[in-house]
C-alpha cells in the first residue's frame, strides 16, 4: 500500500472502501476496494476530503483488512450462521434459525488478547432468531501482517468460537401443587404462566395436573406425564421450606436424581433441577416465577429447551449477574440479568 495525491490516482486501484457522510442523508461506501479510480471520481473524491487515497501494493507478507476480517469469521462460522458482506473490513456473524447461542469465552478472550484484532459477540447462551447479528469481526489497521493472522487461526483453534442450538420439540407435562388450589378456593395462577413462557420454544403441553400437597399425588402426576411421553416436567408449588412443602421429596421419590435445590439467583432461590434417567429434567419452580417478570426460570428454560444437559456448576455460575434489580417495566432479556458469564 503506498499514498498518492487524488489528482495523481485515475487508473489506479483502491486498497480500501471509502466511506461518503452527507449529513442527515446517508452514510455507505462511495468507492468500493478494488475500484480502479477514473478521471470522473477525482471531484468526488476532493469532495469528501480525500486529498491523498491509499492504493494497492502486493506484499506477500501482509494482509487487506477484508481478507483478515475473512480469517476472523472463519473462527465463527458454524451451522446455522452465516456471513454478512465484507464491508470496510467488517464481517458479521448471522444466525440462520432460532436457537440458543453459546460462545466459548474463554477461546474468545484468547483471540482478542492478540494485537490489532477484535470479535464482539453477544453474550453465551443468548436466545437468539434467524436474522440476528451474533458477532461482528473486524482488524485495527488497513493491513496487517499474515503472521499475526496465522497467529490467530493457531490460537482460534479448529472448533468454532460460535454455535447455535436450535430448540427441541419437547412435551411438557405441568403439575400444580396446592391444597388450596387442588380444592378450589383460589384459581391456579401458575398455569397460564408456564404456558406464556413455554411457548416462543414451540413446546407441546401434554396438560396441567393440580394435585394435593401430598407427596403420593405428587409422584403420580409426574409418572403419569412420564409414561404419556413427556420430554419435560414442570413442578410448581411446594417448594418453600415448610413443613407441607413437599414438591422436592416428591420429585425425589419418582427416582429423579437432583442436580441442585436452590440456585444463586433472585428471585428464584428455591429453584429445584433433577433429571429422570438421565436425560428428563424435571423443575420445581418456586413462587416468584407466577408473578417476577424474569426469574431462574427464564435463565434456564432456553437451555434445556435447546438440549444441553445442566450440571451443579452451571447453575452456580449463574450467581454472577443472578441478581434481578427490578426494573418496572421488566425489560427482559434486554438487560443484565443473567449475562454474568
Not at 409422584?219 to 413442578?235: N, P, Q, R, W
Not at 417448594?239 to 437432583?258: F, L, R
Not at 407466577?290 to 438440549?307: I, N, Q, S
Request: aromatic share 6%; hydrophobic share 40%; with cysteine.
Amino acid at each position: 500500500m503506498k499514498q498518492i495525491r487524488t489528482e495523481d490516482a485515475v487508473g489506479h486501484v483502491l486498497c480500501h472502501d471509502i466511506t461518503q457522510i452527507i449529513k442527515d442523508v446517508k452514510k455507505g461506501v462511495a468507492f468500493k476496494k478494488g475500484h480502479v479510480v477514473t478521471e470522473e471520481d477525482i471531484p468526488v473524491l476532493l469532495s469528501i476530503g480525500k486529498e491523498h487515497l491509499y492504493i494497492w501494493e502486493k506484499d506477500e507478507k501482509m494482509l487487506h483488512e477484508n481478507e483478515a476480517a475473512e480469517i476472523l469469521y472463519s473462527l465463527c462460522d458454524n451451522e446455522y450462521i452465516s456471513p454478512s458482506e465484507v464491508k470496510e473490513g467488517k464481517i458479521e456473524a448471522i444466525a440462520t434459525c432460532d436457537g440458543l447461542l453459546k460462545v466459548d469465552t474463554e477461546r474468545l478472550m484468547d483471540v482478542n488478547s492478540i494485537d490489532q484484532v477484535m470479535i464482539a459477540t453477544r453474550h453465551t447462551n443468548t436466545m437468539v432468531h434467524a436474522g440476528d447479528k451474533l458477532a461482528g469481526t473486524r482488524v485495527i489497521p488497513l493491513l496487517i501482517e499474515k503472521e499475526v493472522m496465522e497467529e490467530v487461526k493457531r490460537v482460534g483453534g479448529d472448533t468454532p468460537l460460535l454455535k447455535i442450538m436450535p430448540y427441541l420439540h419437547k412435551k411438557v407435562g405441568i403439575v400444580t401443587t396446592g391444597n388450596e388450589v387442588f380444592k378450589g378456593r383460589i384459581k391456579d395462577a401458575f398455569g397460564p404462566v408456564i404456558r406464556k413462557k413455554l411457548e416462543p420454544f414451540g413446546a407441546e403441553v401434554l396438560g396441567q395436573r393440580i394435585v394435593d400437597d401430598k407427596i403420593e399425588m405428587i409422584t403420580d402426576a409426574i409418572k403419569s406425564f412420564l409414561e404419556e411421553g413427556a420430554d419435560m416436567i414442570v413442578c410448581t408449588g411446594g417448594m418453600s421450606v415448610d413443613p407441607d412443602d413437599v414438591t422436592p421429596t416428591a420429585i425425589k421419590e419418582v427416582g429423579a436424581h437432583i442436580v441442585s435445590y436452590g440456585a444463586p439467583v433472585l428471585p428464584g432461590a428455591m429453584f429445584l433441577l433433577a433429571y429422570y434417567e438421565k436425560d428428563i429434567p424435571i423443575m420445581g419452580l418456586p413462587g416468584c416465577v407466577m408473578y417476577a417478570g424474569a426469574t431462574v426460570f427464564d435463565l434456564v428454560l432456553p437451555r434445556l429447551m435447546a438440549g444441553e444437559k445442566l450440571v451443579k456448576r452451571d447453575l452456580v455460575k449463574l450467581g454472577h449477574g443472578g441478581l434481578c434489580t427490578g426494573c418496572k417495566p421488566c425489560v427482559y432479556p434486554h438487560c443484565s440479568f443473567g449475562k454474568g458469564e
